[in-house]
């Protein structure tokens, strides 16, 4: 199965990324289907590749990062400092992201280690760690959008395509307060 997800803006939710064929279903626990952009009339991976997505990856990791010395677990909490192989997180979440946003289940991240996603459970991956509904919000407003454009992903794709799936109420509500 192809799939496509990303992030975006909560005020961003309204704006449809539509597919004739296939659209975006969350399953709640983990990416669910959503391939095609009406921004673009095709789907993420295909437009930003491999090299958009590593770049998005990167950021996100910075940027998380960067909060994190800033600012300590005021924002996000304390779930990352709980993180064992970094190495392994940033591979799982860029399989996840080239998954959902329409490109392979598997890919061979920049370390050389293979990765995928189609065995990812996003409720099982974040038990045990009580994110709050807030640290969500300000993880997609603060670090997932910022780390979009600034890899150069464009307005209206951020709107249309990455968005949707993860300010979708289902998909929240599978990683929130577990
Ligand atoms: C758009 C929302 C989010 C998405 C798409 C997402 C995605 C992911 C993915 C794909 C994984 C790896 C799962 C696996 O290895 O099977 C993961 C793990 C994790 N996530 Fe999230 N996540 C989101 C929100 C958050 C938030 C808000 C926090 C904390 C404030 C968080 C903290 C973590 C931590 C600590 C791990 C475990 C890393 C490890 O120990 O390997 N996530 N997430």
Redesign the pocket.
């Known amino acids: 199965m192809r799939t496509t997800?990303?992030?975006g803006a909560l005020a961003l939710l309204a704006i449809g990324c539509g597919s004739d064929d296939e659209e975006y279903e969350p399953t709640g626990t983990g990416p669910a289907a959503r391939v095609f952009c009406d921004s673009s009339g095709k789907n993420a991976f295909d437009t930003y590749g491999t090299n958009g997505f590593v770049a998005v990856n990167e950021e996100i990791f910075e940027l998380t990062t960067a909060e994190l010395t800033a600012n300590g677990d005021a924002n996000?909490?304390s779930?990352?400092s709980?993180?064992?192989?970094?190495a392994?997180?940033k591979g799982?979440?860029a399989?996840?992201?080239v998954f959902?946003y329409g490109g392979p289940d598997t890919i061979t991240y920049t370390d050389g280690v293979s990765y995928t996603?189609t065995?990812?459970?996003?409720t099982?991956?974040?038990t045990g760690?009580g994110?709050?509904s807030a640290?969500?919000d300000?993880?997609?407003t603060n670090i997932?959008v910022p780390a979009l454009t600034t890899s150069g992903v464009t307005a209206d794709d951020v709107s249309s395509c990455f968005a949707p799936?993860?300010t979708d109420a289902t998909?929240?509500a599978s990683?929130?307060g577990k």
Request: a neutral charge; zero cysteines.
């Open positions: 997800l990303f992030v996000l909490g779930s990352f709980g993180v064992a192989d970094f392994r997180f799982r979440l399989a996840f992201l959902v996603a065995d990812q459970d996003m099982a991956a974040h760690m994110i709050t640290q969500y300000y993880f997609v997932i799936p993860v998909f929240k990683i929130v």
